[in-house]
């Protein structure tokens, strides 16, 4: 007969495995329906919210590929279709003329705050930890991101933890540990950032973004 107390035996680490992953149904599930309701893929919403940090510049379709984790092929794709709905463009890239970027329309950059919004419906589930919790979780979470991006499993991202400008644990205030180099300044766990627009890879000197 089977033991409900088995799970007792059950690493955390597994445990913390099962709750991510439905997280993750909830937000693929979201995703389907927020994007049904613009008359998008998914993958064409992903694409409007990560051009919106990139108004100005654009990105090329490799960028693009690279941060959505998939094919040129597939990116491609779903960038011509977006074309022909006229939410982006296609123009010669401002630093090479033999390159091409993609950018948002004033369409699209309205059809990318929404698809950017998609996860909202997380927050309420957020907000009910506590300020504590919210930090303890939330620097878990940038250090499996960092440690997910070392392995080459997903995108890189343009966090604190691997820019050139951070300097961790650097003060002895519990709760303004780190030093950012580049605005000179003491921040806690809570600042950490996922999505810098001044990120500077400490590993090469570059931005994921260029």
Not at 194 to 201: K, N, T, V, W
């Amino acid at each position: 007969m089977h033991n409900p107390f088995d799970i007792l035996n059950q690493p955390i680490s597994q445990r913390m495995i099962t709750g991510l992953a439905k997280i993750c149904t909830a937000l693929r599930s979201q995703a389907w329906q927020g994007a049904e309701s613009q008359g998008l893929s998914p993958t064409q919403g992903r694409i409007l919210a990560l051009l919106q940090s990139e108004t100005e510049t654009g990105m090329r379709l490799s960028a693009i590929a690279a941060g959505l984790a998939t094919t040129p092929a597939t990116a491609s794709d779903a960038v011509s279709s977006l074309v022909k709905k006229g939410l982006v463009s296609r123009d010669r890239a401002a630093d090479d003329r033999r390159a091409i970027s993609i950018r948002l329309t004033p369409e699209g950059l309205h059809q990318a705050k929404q698809a950017a919004s998609w996860p909202d419906f997380l927050l309420d589930a957020v907000e009910a930890l506590s300020p504590e919790e919210q930090t303890v979780f939330f620097k878990g979470l940038t250090t499996i991101i960092q440690t997910l991006q070392e392995l080459n499993k997903i995108p890189v991202s343009k966090m604190c933890l691997t820019c050139h400008y951070f300097a961790p644990h650097v003060y002895d205030d519990p709760r303004r540990p780190h030093h950012c180099n580049l605005v000179n300044a003491p921040f806690g766990d809570r600042d950490l950032r996922l999505d810098c627009p001044e990120h500077l890879s400490a590993i090469d000197g570059s931005n994921p973004a260029s």
